[in-house]
């Protein structure tokens, strides 16, 4: 009995000493990173990384410690053959009991500080940031609006917008949502916040650094929520000005998201030699409300798009022979509730797929004869 | 220890399938409840190989979005649902009465319908596949994502029937286990006396008693919005988004400790038969569940921290909090372990697995009830890593453990042991392969529930990985198929009490007869069949 | 460590032999009877049901910038208040007639039991038509918003649970007629009215909530 | 073993839950699920002490 309770504290030290030894292995393995998150390229994403790293080496040493326990008491205390004896009946122990009680009670409680601590500095919302700029997302897309630049991106399926803003300086994120939940999240900065219908959500940003980082909608949004990517691109402060200047001089990158004013009326106009073929279209619950159309070759096509999905943006595009064929057509998008009259010019005889460029799930066939 | 011999007239009366459709008998309920969870573990592991498999390389190769997400929302459903809490409920079913010393459930009848309404709600789930789509808003159903307008497939109210059903199921088992433990208990079995099994489905049971109820409410709700143009969840009506959050993880938190402390009940029955000593702290184990169920109701939001919507310092405390318990759990379950006499049967070797993986999902959690850490890893692979950690390193190890412990005493025979051990490592390094890349993804960004991932990301080699870990996970629950038929067939006949047992089940006979004891042993501590092995201990008859 | 520190034996070891009759014994008559007991908890686990539902009405309540919700004058339901105020007597008076039973049938009257239950059945009925009727008298539906949500799924839900209620009222009095219950044996009816008088209280919650504190 | 009376502290430490989570929060339909548990774990805790043989 003596022999064994002498040979406890040797065990824990033991298994301290390897967890301890372990863990230098692993701190100091030049250029080896396990489990890092990666560098942060904000202010508020430093403070983020100091707590994982000091989160991370808590949890690190925990685990060596327990770890080496069990597989020490597993290996140490195995039966061996033939030993048929009972070993000594302990039932517990008090003193035991409040050690293992009170000491996690302390770490999780320094833990507890230093993250709120560290929250604070994350959360902080400045009250007058260098630049705003809105987020809006929507399925499966996202939408930065610069309202003090007056400068509107969209994304597209095969291009995704890209977040310009510049090093250095504090940028506020207003974060809306036209539909389901998404979620709003640059690796690089350590952080995400949700995208909520019917909530506005509002953090700020420091970007440290130049570069490129990739963005992702986290909160799980629907069929292609995999494809609802974005890129923030940081810069400096003059490239920042050139970049603006520009996208104000070019009229908006992307298609414009402006509301279409309920465009029955200037639908009549481009009468050519051939009277166009009025043909209709509705988008509802995002989807169209047909999946066959047809019209007769030759003759341009007036397509009346009524979009009644409340501020949802869809649009109507044509592609030879599938929905990913090549693009003969492509009408501008805008969200609902509102009208537009598209015209298509003649197109030959053959199968067309008509296709929401935003929601690519979209899609019906039209035939032209 | 004699055998008792059941004489045939008796045993055989009623036999065949008829007796297994209308059976009261709480052991032949378990063993159903068991079979049916382990039938839905192969469907929803075959969902997850069908996941792993479309992720092991970027790009689309075998299907679409839709039919991923439709796959990865099935696969946690059943896992969840109609897997791991049955599979526990199967386990309480068959064990406690045993273990307490009574004839029966309270309910019997009851008890029979619990267990038919899960099949039933399986198959309502599983409808939706050939109804034009199953649920496919991942198994936390988000609102408006949910809403008809956003799904307007029949599949997510099949789903919502499902598991009301799944829900009313898991309320009556509930009610039954609570009045089995209060009121069924042999002479002598006071609460202090009880086996950690039955303290841990007996907290269990009152978290699925107050828990789910919330679950249904929230649910029939989303049934109304999607059904009736009700405005619950659906902002553009006055409704709220994050309210669905709140009522769904009210319910879904606890639901965690449902699905791990019978697990941890498991786990605390093996570890002390195996080591020959009594568990440590036993007082210390039963206070450490109670608090954790108690904790349990207050750290629902923790799953909202990014929402922007919630007090986080509250959240944050309580959840840290949770920690102390469980880490006392882990270190009673080693010093139990500490100077005994551990034999390595396959039961215990689950269980040291159970031990490993379950630290590491508990460190891991830990760094999400830190809330900016949680910002960076929310809704990423470290999550998946987590709950995984969690539920399968931690409750399906125990699982096993607990099929290997008790399989002798369902049929008595034992399991193959050589079979059991080479699923065990072909499990753990399978599992391990799986799930532990997944931090490494997690922190680089890798968001959870994504059908596809660009190559550039740097995520190919590890999601390889994982897939290939995933296969052998698979190919682990082969040689278990394998074992229980040829187990059944010709297992080594087990005897009444194969493992030198604790609780009461090991004194009757294996397979115990249909009232479950001729006579029981004195009560006088936690371990009757041990003291009734090495004789009882008095105040005089100290070692 | 050493072993006096151990816990060798716990401290409630060593009854004598009559404490474990005594401790038999007490497990022979055993608190309450197993049928009660399951519906407490049954109970209790609709209360968290109840909460779920209610929850959602503070919640939205809360968010709305005005309550009821300008737009419908119809919301104002004070003005309908009259109707409801009478079928909460009625339902109050059900939980009566409902405990008269069951001190009726603990006496061993089963004369005494049927009559009340009857009574009880009929006024449930009666509760159940007469919010069906206030339904058709309203001027808004399920689908007007989160007021209408809100409001017919309290409402329906706990009609629901009414229906329910009458229908354990009627197996109860269709047993007490094949003579199933005596002044011993009525586990099933001291239930069924626990049922009932739970039911009632949530009303009373409701009608307060919804009409008064509208 | 626990007289009934004392397994109502369960109902007051949700009720205390409750009511810090509302000075902190103000959130209405967390405080509501939390009130109703206190109401529900007292209600359940109470009646299986109560209900239970003694020891």
Known sequence: MTRIAKGIPRGASIAALAAIAMLLVAACGTGVSVLQPPPAATEQGKATEWLYQVVFIVGVVIFFFVEALIVYAAIRYRRRKGDDSLPPQIHGNNVLEVIWTAIPVVIVAVLFVISWQTLNTVDAVSANPKLRIDVTGFQWQWQFTYPDQGVTLIGLPDKEPELVVPVNETVQVKLESRDVNHGFYVPAFLFKRDVIPGKTNVFDFKATETGVFDGHCTQFCGLLHSKMLFKVRVVTQQDFDAWVAQAQATPTPAPSLTPAPSASGDAGGGGGAVQPVALQLTAQNIAYDTSELSAPAGAPIALTFVNNDNGIPHDVAIRKDSPTGEEVFAGEIFPGVATKVYDVPALPAGTYAFVCTVHPNMTGTLTVQ | MATTVLTPSTARARSGLYDWLTTTDHKKIGILYLASSFLFFLVGGILALLVRAELAQPGLQYMGESAYNQFFTMHASVMLFLFVIPMLAGFGNYVVPLMIGAPDMAFPRINALSFWLLPLAGVIMMLGFVLGGAAAEGWTSYSPLANSKYSPGVGTDLWIVGLILIGTSSILGGINFLVTIFKMRAPGMTMFRLPILVWTVLVTSVLVVLGTPVLTSALIMLFIDRNYGGAFFDPASGGSAVLWQNVFWFYSHPAVYIMILPAMGIVSEIIPVFSRKPLFGYKAFVFATAAIGALGFSVWAHHM??????????????????????????????????????????????????????????????????????????????????????????SVFAVFGGLFYWFPKMFGVKLNEGLGKLQFVIMFIGFNLTFFPMHELGVAGMPRRIADYSPMAGWNDLNLVATIGSILVGVSVLPFLWNVFVSLRSGERAGDDPWEGNTLEWATTSPPPPYNFDRLPEIRSERPVFDQRHGLPGPAAGH | MTASADVLVPADRGETLEELVHIAEEHAKGGISNPVLGMILFIASEVMFFAGLFAAYFSLRANAPVWPPAGNAEFDL????????????????????????????????????????????????????????????????????????????????????????????????????????????????????????????????????????? | MIRPRTTLLVAVLFLAIATIYYALSQDAGGTTMLVALAIGMGLLSYTLALGSPKG
């Not at chain 3, 009478?86 to 009559?115: E, F, N, P, Y």
């Open chain 2, 305 to 394: 921290f990014t929402t922007g919507s919630v007090y986080l310092p509250f959240f944050s405390f309580m959840t840290f909090l949770i920690a102390v318990p469980t880490g006392v759990k882990m270190f009673n379950w080693i010093a139990t372990m500490w100077k005994g006499s551990i034999q390595f049967s396959s039961a215990m070797l689950f269980v040291l697995g159970f031990l490993t993986m379950f630290l590491i999902g508990g460190i891991n959690g830990a760094f999400s009830a830190s809330v900016p850490v949680d910002f960076a890893i929310h809704d990423t692979y470290w999550i998946v890593a987590h709950i995984h950690y969690v539920l399968f390193g931690g």
């Open chain 3, 78 to 214: 004070r003005a309908h208040i009259a109707l409801p105020a009478v079928l909460t007597l009625m339902l109050i008076l059900s939980s009566v007639t409902c405990q008269i039973g069951i001190w009726a049938i603990r006496r061993g009257d089963r004369k005494g039991l049927m009559r009340a239950f009857t009574i009880t059945i009929v006024l449930g009925i009666l509760f159940l038509a007469g919010q069906l009727y206030d339904y058709s008298q309203l001027g808004f539906g399920v689908n007007d918003g989160v007021f209408g949500s809100t409001f017919y799924t309290l409402t329906g839900f706990h009609g629901a649970h009414v229906f329910a209620g009458v229908l354990m009222l009627g197996v109860i009095l269709y047993r007490g007629m094949a003579g199933q219950f005596s002044g011993r044996h009525h586990d099933a009816v001291e239930a069924t009215s626990l049922y009932w008088h739970f039911v009632d209280v949530v009303w009373i919650c409701l009608f307060t909530l919804l009409y008064i504190l509208n």
